[in-house]
Every structure is written in C-alpha cells, then in structure tokens.
C-alpha cells in the first residue's frame, strides 16, 4: 500500500512499483496527492486508488516539453510494459496552471504498452494530456479505456495506438483553439485508430473553434459511434492539420454514426467525412475493431449496438 501514513509501506508510487517482481502484481495507493513522475516499464501492474471516486487519489507533477526536451519526456505517468491496468485515479499534469510557464506540450499520461486497460480515471492537462500511441519501432498497442474524464485544449488524445474508448468524457477547457483528437496513423496499412463509443464531448463556456479532430498524420483515423456532442464544435466538425498548408483530410478517415447534441451538423460536415449506416457502423463493433482478440478486456455487462444511445 502506499500512502502518506507514517507506516505505509511504500511512501510513493515509483517505490512500490521498484518493489514489484519482474512479473508485475498489484500497486494500491490510499487517497492524497501524489506529487512524483512515476514510470511504468514492467508487465501486469495494476494500479488502483483505494478512495471512493478517482478525485480522491491524484498523481501529479509539472513538467513541459519545452523544459524537458521533448512531448514524450513530460508524461506524469508513463507506461509502457504491456498489459497495464489504471483504475480510479487521478493522474494530472499541472505545467499550464503556472502562469509563468511559456505555452508547451504537457502530457499527463503517456500509454505506449501492449493491452492497456484503464477504467474511472481522470486524465487532466492543457495540450496533449493523453498520449495513446504505439511502442518502440511501431510495436502494436492495443488500449481500451472506459468511464474515464479526460480534459485539456489542444490535440488532447493523440497518438497511434489502437484505441478504444466506452462511455468516457472529453472535456475542452477554455482556449482559443480545442481539438478534441490528433490521431497519428501515418500509412494505409497500418493498425492504428481511435473509436469512441457512447461517449461526450464538452466543453467550457469560454473555448474557442473547437474542433473533433485534426490529422496529425495522413491518415489518422477516428470514429465515434453514438457520442454525445456537448459543444459548439465548428461546423465541419474535422479541421486540417495546419490550416492551408496540409492536406491530411482527403486521406484519413473521419466518421460519426448517430451523433446527437448541440454540436451535431450531419449534412454539413467537412465533405471527406463520413456519416456511418448501420452496417457500415457495425464494422467498428468492438470485436471487429480488436479482431476478435479481446480475451485481455475487462468482463463488463454493456455491449454495443447499432441504433442504441
């Protein structure tokens, strides 16, 4: 357990984690905040908070790319051994709440491992709070998120990974500019794409041109499947990379299937998008979407299904 007691048995996160075999095992951590980067390179830890609600447990710290060397290099917490599990914490990058500090990428988690799970956790920063990528050399990354809040302005979920996120919230905190996802899939043939099922999207009074997506890569993909857009979201919905100078739109793969909300606009979405029928939507059904290799996810009751909110 970890804890600020006196007589825990490890005093921060990284300890118990050193502690663990090389095989992994459980990392239990009692309520407070945890001011520490912390670094997750071995297989199956698990990591949960013991608090009744993921705000009660906070893993925190404030390091930005721009001091740091690099986005990948500012993680608060970074995993990269496969088959990890977060579950019920906070996980926060506070760089950006320090008005002295120069605009900078500030990732608050960084999911770079095979098998991924992460369940009732709050992901908190400013630009590039999640990265969901893959490893080393391309190395496949599989990740399935669900119930999570997730919150910042600028490319906030971005990455190459294989993700999949159920029933969790995008939130855009007040800025000129909110894109909700910079997806990363860089060749045709790649296995790399985000969906969200039955998920929100939303965002603070005071943001600005907000957008779903933006290609970080030609042909980043991103579907989302019965989501709920909360949000003035600019009427295209997808922009491009960096506004008349790319053109990753008319490669990648931009959908939405039965969106609904304030920010819905099916007839008049950027013309490279994709409004999905039944059929065309069922193709990105979770076992679809994993290839029927879905031993790894947690057993839950819900399951998706076309024409379902």
């Known amino acids: 357990m970890v804890s600020h007691a006196a007589n825990a048995d490890y005093h921060s996160v990284q300890q118990a984690i050193d502690a663990l075999p090389a095989e992994g095992g459980d990392v239990r951590i009692a309520p407070g905040i945890y001011r520490e980067k912390v670094k997750i390179s071995k297989s199956r830890v698990h990591l949960s908070g013991t608090g009744s609600k993921a705000e009660n447990t906070v893993i925190v710290y404030g ?13 608060t917490l970074d995993a990269t051994g496969d088959d990890v599990r977060l579950e019920n914490v906070t996980i926060q990058n506070d760089y950006a709440l320090n008005p002295a500090n120069p ?19 709050r992901l908190l920063g ?28 600028v490319d906030f979920v971005f990455g190459n990974a ?39 999207l939303s965002a603070d009074p005071a943001a ?26 600019i009427p295209e919905g997808w922009r491009e990379w960096d506004r008349g100078k790319t053109n990753n739109l008319s490669t990648s793969y931009y959908a939405e299937y039965r969106s609904f909300g304030i920010g819905t606009n099916p007839s ?3 013309p490279y998008s994709h409004q999905l029928t039944d059929g065309e939507a069922a193709k990105w059904l979770l076992t679809a979407f994993f290839a029927g290799a879905t ?11 076309t024409k379902q909110r």
């Open 295 to 305: 031993d790894w996810l947690p057993a839950e009751p819900y399951r998706w299904k």
């Open 103 to 121: 605009p900078s990428q500030a990732v608050a988690l960084s999911l770079t491992g095979d098998r991924g799970v992460v369940t009732r956790v």
């Open 268 to 270: 008049g979405r950027e």
């Open 63 to 75: 390091d930005g790319a721009i001091n740091v060397g690099g986005t990948a290099r500012s993680a």
């Open 208 to 233: 600005r041109d907000i957008a779903l997506g933006r290609p970080w890569r030609p042909y980043a993909t991103v579907v989302f499947l019965s989501t709920k857009i909360d949000a003035q979201v």
């Open 162 to 200: 294989k993700a999949w996120f159920r029933k969790c919230e995008l939130h855009g905190i007040a800025n000129q500019a909110v894109v909700f996802t910079a997806q990363s899939k860089a060749a045709p043939d790649e296995d790399s794409g985000y969906v969200f099922d039955h998920c929100t």
């Open 126 to 153: 400013a630009q590039d709070t999640l990265f969901a990528g893959k490893g080393p050399n391309g190395r496949m990354s599989r990740q399935y998120f669900s119930n999570c809040y997730i919150e910042g302005h």
